[in-house]
């Protein structure tokens, strides 16, 4: 991904910074309807990514990429060294949750719910695990 500056050419930084910290934080999330039902589908499936982006963009963080499945979703988020990876993931079902149903009369008489209470998460960074260990541990060799 590139951004145009003043026409030059500019990578972005793999890192963000605030006053008090250096971070690059991703989490690939994954979460399903209740009952695994295949109802992100066609409208559905058009605003849940509407709402996702709109959410995101209202907490601060950034969607790298979005996958819709009938029965499940998955994000690659970059987020903000305050925010919580369990916020994130309240945030986001809890908001398209609330305006999938009241948008889509079908979805509250299928379920009782739209999101099961379980999700998966897991960070991604730039390096890999072995890489960090081998890091920390050649510390003490310094």
């Given at each position: 991904m590139?951004?145009?500056y003043k026409r030059?050419e500019?990578?972005?930084k793999?890192?963000?910074t605030?006053?008090t910290?250096?971070?690059?934080?991703?989490?690939?999330?994954?979460?399903?309807?209740?009952?695994?039902?295949?109802?992100l589908i066609?409208?559905?499936e058009?605003?849940?990514k509407?709402?996702l982006?709109?959410?995101a963009d209202?907490?601060?963080?950034?969607?790298?990429?979005?996958?819709t499945?009938?029965?499940h979703?998955?994000l690659?988020?970059?987020a903000?060294?305050?925010?919580a990876?369990?916020?994130?993931?309240g945030?986001?079902?809890g908001?398209t949750?609330f305006?999938?149903?009241?948008?889509f009369?079908?979805?509250?008489s299928?379920?009782?719910?739209l999101?099961?209470?379980?999700?998966?998460i897991?960070?991604?960074?730039?390096?890999?695990e072995?890489?960090?260990?081998?890091?920390?541990?050649?510390q003490?060799?310094?």
């Open positions: 590139y951004y145009f030059k500019v990578k972005p793999r890192w963000k605030s006053s910290s250096v971070y690059n934080l991703r989490y690939h999330l994954i979460w399903c309807p209740k009952y695994r039902r295949k109802v066609g409208d559905i058009s605003r849940l509407e709402l982006l709109e959410k209202e907490l601060g963080l950034v969607i790298e990429k979005m996958e499945m009938p029965d979703v998955h690659l988020v970059k903000q060294s305050t925010d990876p369990h916020f994130i993931v945030q986001l079902k908001y949750s305006n999938l149903r009241n948008e009369a079908e979805l509250k299928k379920l009782p719910t999101w099961t209470r379980s999700y998966y897991e960070s991604v960074g730039h390096i890999s072995e890489a960090v260990k081998i890091y920390i541990e050649d003490k060799n310094q």
